[in-house]
C-alpha cells in the first residue's frame, strides 16, 4: 500500500459517511503496531466501533489494547463533546435570559458545525502539543476537520465579538464562542496539518462517481489552505470473480469506468486500492485481511437469503396517489440516490395521471438527461445552489455588513461560507415552490435539514419576520413555508438511506434533527439493496446478508418503509425509472 510507504508521525483519514475511514484507520494502526510501533488512535467517529473492534471497551482516556502490544486508543464522542461544549457556553446565563432566548442559543449550536468544532477542541492538544503524544511513534486520527473548519480557525482578530450586536447571520461563528484555548494552540494545530512532513492526509473512498466527485472538491478546498492531500484509499472495490451473475458484472464495469476518469486533482495523488472483502471488519483478523495485497475468496457454499417480505416503493406511490396534491421532500446524505429516488417517485406519479413539479439542486440539464427527455405532465425547474448562495451573501453583507469594520466583515464574510449558509439559501428559492404543492405534486430533492429550519426561525429568518408583528388572530391566518414543513397533510418526507451501518446511523441522526423543527418523517426509502436484488454470486449472497441487520433496524423506527434494489443498469431515463414501481411488491424475495 502505497499510503503506507515511509509513514509520518501523524495520519489523518478523512470521507463521507460509509466509505470505510474507521476501517482503513483501525487496520492502518493496527498494521504499524505490529511491525513495532508504538501507536495512537484517535477516533471522532460518532459510528465508531474501534472498541468493538479490537475488542476493548474505550472511552474518552486513551486505553491500551491488551491484544496488540505498542496501541492504544481514545474515541472521542462527538455528540457528547458538543453537548458539553453547549454547557460551557450555555450554562452561565441559562438563570440570566429568556427562555425563548436561550432556546435560540441552544438551537444555534446544535449543527454540524459545533459538533465539528467541539470534536476538533477536544484533540487539538494531541496534535499541537508534540509533548502529549511524545510516547507515541505515530498518531492515527479517524476523521480530519473540514476545510470550513479550518478557515475559521485562521481567521484574525476577534471570532465573535460581531455578533454581540446581533449582526451575525445564520452563524457557524457562534458556536466558536466556546473555543477556549489560545490562538497559539490553534494555530500549532493548524500548522501541523499543513506540515506535509509531519502529516498525511489521505482521501477514503469508494469507485462510484458522486462519491470520487465530492473528494475531489474536498481536495481543492483542503488545497487552498496549503493542506496537501497525497494520497487516496478507493475501499471496497469489487475483486474479480468468474461469476455469470448479471449485478456483479454490472458493478464492476461501472466501478471501472469511475475509476478510468478520475477527477484530475484525484489522478494526480498515489492511488491505493482495496477490494471488497466478506467479512464485516470486525475483530483483528478481518482488520489484519482488509490491507493484504490479496483478495480473500469467498466461501462456494455460502448459505442462502432467508425468503422476505420487503415492502416496495410501488407501495409507497400507492399511498400518494390517493391524494391529488401535496409536497414531497427527499432527504439524505449525500450518495444514497435521493436524486434517483425523487425522480422515480415524479415518473410514478405521472403514469398515476398526477401533475408534478420536481424541482433539485442539481442543473436542470442534468435531471433532463437522467429522465431521458422530457414527460408530458411533468415540469422540471431548478436551483443553482452556487448563484443563490452568491445571492444572499452579497445581500447579507450588503445590509447587515455595512456597519461592520474591517475586522468584522471579514468574520462576517467567513460566517457567510458555512454549509448552513447554502441551506438557507436555497431553502429561500425552495420556499416559493412549496406554494405549488397546494394544488400540484410538488417533488423536492435535496432538502434543508431541520437545524438549518430551526436556524431560520431563531436568527429572524422568514418564519419570525412574517409572524412577530401579528396578534393572535392574525397569526391563526397565516401560513408561512416551516408551518407547511411541518403539516404532515401537506408535506412527507421521505429520508433516503443505504443498507449499511454508517448511513442509517446518519439517518436516525437527520430524523432526531427534523424532530427538534417538530418534523417527522412520512417514509424511509432504502436504495440500493443487495438483499432486494437477489443476487446469484456467493460473494454478493454473502455481501447481501449482511444487510439485514440494516434493514431491520430501518423497519424499526420507520412509520413506512421501502426497499429498491440495486440496478444492474444505471437507473437513467424514463423507462428504467418507472421500473423502479412497476411491481405491487418485492414478495418473497
Known amino acids: 500500500m502505497h499510503f503506507l510507504e515511509n509513514p509520518p508521525r501523524h495520519f489523518f483519514f478523512t470521507g463521507k459517511g460509509g466509505v470505510g475511514k474507521t476501517s482503513v484507520a483501525c487496520a492502518t494502526a493496527l498494521h504499524l503496531a505490529r511491525s513495532g510501533k508504538r501507536v495512537l488512535l484517535v477516533s471522532t467517529d460518532p459510528a465508531s466501533n474501534v472498541g468493538q473492534v479490537l475488542k476493548t471497551r474505550i472511552g474518552d482516556a486513551i486505553t491500551p489494547i491488551e491484544s496488540v502490544p505498542g496501541l492504544d486508543a481514545i474515541e472521542i464522542d462527538p455528540d457528547e463533546a458538543a453537548h458539553a461544549y453547549r454547557e460551557k457556553i450555555i450554562a452561565p446565563v441559562r438563570l440570566i435570559l429568556p427562555a425563548r432566548e436561550i432556546e435560540a442559543i441552544t438551537e444555534q449550536l446544535s449543527g454540524s458545525c459545533t459538533t465539528e468544532i467541539a470534536s476538533f477542541n477536544e484533540f487539538t492538544d494531541l496534535l499541537a502539543d508534540p509533548s502529549s503524544t511524545a510516547a507515541y511513534d505515530h498518531v492515527i486520527f479517524d476523521t480530519a476537520p473540514t476545510g470550513h473548519t479550518i478557515r475559521l480557525l485562521q481567521l484574525p482578530g476577534s471570532w465573535t465579538s460581531y455578533l454581540d450586536d446581533g449582526l451575525g447571520d445564520a452563524s457557524c461563528l457562534g458556536p466558536m464562542a466556546g473555543l477556549e484555548k489560545s490562538r497559539t494552540t490553534y494555530r500549532a494545530a493548524v500548522e501541523r496539518l499543513t506540515d506535509h512532513e509531519a502529516t498525511r492526509i489521505v482521501l477514503v473512498a469508494r469507485a462510484q462517481r458522486s462519491t470520487l466527485d465530492e473528494v475531489a472538491r474536498t481536495v481543492d478546498e483542503l488545497s487552498e489552505l496549503g493542506i496537501r492531500p497525497s494520497h487516496l484509499v478507493v475501499n471496497g472495490v469489487m475483486p474479480p470473480g468468474d461469476s455469470d451473475d448479471l449485478l456483479r458484472h454490472a458493478i464492476q464495469e461501472r466501478e471501472a469506468s469511475a475509476l478510468a476518469e478520475l477527477p484530475a486533482c484525484l489522478a494526480e495523488l498515489e492511488c491505493d486500492r482495496i477490494g471488497l472483502k466478506v467479512e464485516n471488519m470486525v475483530g483483528l483478523p478481518a482488520l489484519d485481511l482488509l490491507l493484504a495485497e490479496h483478495d480473500s475468496a469467498p466461501a462456494p457454499d455460502a448459505p442462502p437469503l432467508p425468503d422476505l417480505m420487503l415492502p416496495s416503493l410501488a407501495e409507497l406511490v400507492d399511498d400518494l396517489a390517493t391524494e391529488d396534491r401535496g409536497l414531497v421532500m427527499t432527504m439524505g446524505k449525500g450518495g444514497v440516490g435521493k436524486t434517483t429516488i425523487a425522480a422515480a417517485l415524479a415518473v410514478a406519479l405521472i403514469a398515476r395521471g398526477k401533475r408534478v413539479l420536481l424541482t433539485t439542486t442539481d442543473p436542470a440539464a442534468h435531471l433532463s438527461e437522467a429522465l431521458g427527455g422530457g414527460l408530458p405532465g411533468l415540469e422540471v425547474t ?56 397546494r394544488d400540484q405534486f410538488v417533488i423536492m430533492d435535496t432538502a434543508p435539514t431541520g437545524h438549518t429550519l430551526l436556524l431560520m426561525d431563531a436568527t429572524g429568518s422568514y418564519h419570525r419576520d412574517i409572524t412577530r408583528h401579528l396578534d393572535q388572530a392574525q ?40 424532530a427538534r423543527a417538530e418534523i417527522t418523517p412520512w417514509a424511509w426509502v432504502v436504495n440500493a439493496s443487495l438483499a432486494a436484488a437477489r443476487p446469484s454470486d456467493p460473494f454478493l449472497v454473502r455481501r447481501a446478508r449482511r444487510e439485514l441487520e440494516q434493514l431491520a433496524a430501518v423497519q424499526e423506527v420507520a412509520p413506512r418503509m421501502a426497499v429498491v434494489p440495486m440496478q444492474v443498469e444505471e437507473p437513467v431515463g424514463v423507462e428504467l425509472l418507472a421500473g423502479f414501481t412497476q411491481d405491487a411488491s418485492l414478495a418473497a424475495i
Open 382 to 437: 431548478s436551483i443553482d445552489p452556487h448563484q443563490a448562495t452568491s445571492d444572499y451573501r452579497e445581500h447579507v453583507m450588503r445590509t447587515k455588513g455595512a456597519a461592520l469594520d474591517e475586522a468584522g466583515r471579514a468574520a462576517l464574510a467567513e460566517d457567510l461560507m458555512s454549509p448552513c449558509t447554502e441551506e438557507i439559501a436555497v431553502f429561500q428559492q425552495f420556499s416559493r415552490a412549496v406554494n405549488r404543492a
Open 475 to 514: 397569526l391563526a391566518r397565516v401560513t408561512t413555508p416551516l408551518m407547511r414543513l411541518q403539516n404532515p397533510d401537506y408535506t412527507k418526507i421521505i429520508v433516503v438511506t443505504l443498507a449499511e451501518t454508517t448511513p442509517v446511523l446518519e439517518a436516525k441522526g437527520l430524523v432526531d434533527d427534523l
